[in-house]
């Protein structure tokens, strides 16, 4: 009978462990570290505020502008370094991010089409969006929401640039609860 209870009492120290070990691991993966602990990405970059810079060509007109992202409550600068009035990211560490894009389009026109690409390097490298608006459009706003995965060598520069087949007065919406740019590092 003193077997058992011994059998159980350790199988009881055993337990309890494990379940604090399980708790430490909970509480540093969540609250402690910026890591989410089921994807492997750590927020390295985000800004809040978008708009339309028309400063740099050939990205300077009415139809092709890039965008221009300011108000950073977070920026890792040994991850991200900015350039050309905000309008140029560099992806300092080598390896794969993930950047991330909600953007509010506003003022689009029936039959219009829009895009918005990414660059590297002055070349484009992916699209975040393509949106093809219907002779019948319930609304003068698109909101895009996506993302794409590059790999950085630390040396090239990115910018995001949006462009417009057949409408010249597109921008973004002025209220900026809905653009926002982050950039998620994969260690």
């Known amino acids: 009978m003193s077997e058992r209870k011994s059998g159980i009492i350790i199988l ?4 309890i462990a494990a379940l604090g070990l399980g708790g430490y691991s909970f509480i540093s993966n969540i609250f402690l570290s910026e890591t989410s602990p089921d994807s492997g990405l750590i927020l390295v970059g985000l800004w809040e505020d978008l ?6 060509a050939p990205y300077n007109t009415d139809a ?7 108000n950073s409550p977070y920026n890792n600068s040994n991850y991200i370094s900015v350039s050309n009035n905000n309008t140029t ?10 950047v991330n894009l909600l953007l509010t389009l506003d003022n689009l026109t029936a039959n219009g089409i829009y895009w918005a690409y990414l660059y590297r390097n002055d070349t ?6 393509r949106v093809a608006i219907s002779a019948n459009p319930s609304s003068p706003l698109y909101q ?3 993302s794409v995965f590059v790999k ?7 910018f995001i640039r949006c462009y417009s087949f057949g409408d010249p007065s597109f921008r973004l919406t002025a209220t900026q ?3 926002q740019l982050s950039f998620e590092y994969n260690k």
């Open 12 to 15: 009881g120290i055993i337990a």
């Open 124 to 129: 484009f490298e992916q699209c975040f969006d």
């Open 51 to 56: 708009t339309k810079n028309k400063e740099y």
């Open 144 to 146: 895009i929401e996506s």
């Open 64 to 70: 092709s502008w890039l965008i221009e992202f300011y």
């Open 152 to 158: 950085s060598t630390g040396f090239d520069n990115f």
């Open 177 to 179: 609860t809905f653009n």
């Open 89 to 98: 990211f560099k992806l300092l560490k080598e390896g794969f991010y993930k």
